[in-house]
Structure formats: C-alpha cells, structure tokens
C-alpha cells in the first residue's frame, strides 16, 4: 500500500504528523512523510512548495512536480494551519485528477 503524508506548519516540530508518520511506518514502512516548514520559505518567492510562484506574477500554480509524487498514493494524509486549507483544497483536488 502507499500511504504519503504530507504535513505543512509554521514551525519544523510537526509531533502529531511525526507521531502518525511512525505509527504508519511500523505497519507500511514503505511510508512517505513530507514536512513544509513554511516559517523558513516565507521572504523567498522561488520556494513556495505547494505553489509554483515566479516573481512579479500575482497567478501562481500548483506545483506539478509535488502533484506526481503525490499521485500514485493510495492514501494521501494531510495536516495543515487552517490558512493554508484553501491550497491544500486545490492540492487534493488536483492529485484526485
């Protein structure tokens, strides 16, 4: 089975996706954990993850690199701030595609 987690914070601690990541891992250790820390990529407009931002353009896109790593899953986990619900929104719709 492939089961990717994907985290996005304000911060690198992440403990509940660490927490879930582990208790996944010992059952499907083939598990995949991503972890944003969005706090160190704010100030850069070349490293937004879940979107591809170019300067001086106010349109972004998803990052269609994150979406196929993401597609092949079987189970996709997502822990999120609530700011960030709408680009996961658009994450999840996109790797349902």
Do not use: H
């Amino acid at each position: 089975m492939r089961i990717k987690l994907v985290a996005i914070d304000n911060g690198i601690l992440c403990a509940g996706i660490r927490r879930i990541s582990a208790l996944v891992k010992s059952r499907y250790p083939a598990t995949v954990t991503y972890i944003y820390d969005y706090k160190y990529s704010v100030g850069n407009v070349f490293s937004n993850w879940i979107k591809d931002i170019m300067p001086n353009i106010k349109e972004s896109s998803l990052n269609k690199q994150l979406i196929s790593e993401l597609a092949d899953a079987d189970i996709l986990g997502v822990s999120c701030l609530s700011f960030f619900s709408k680009e996961v929104q658009e994450l999840v719709e996109a790797v349902k595609k």
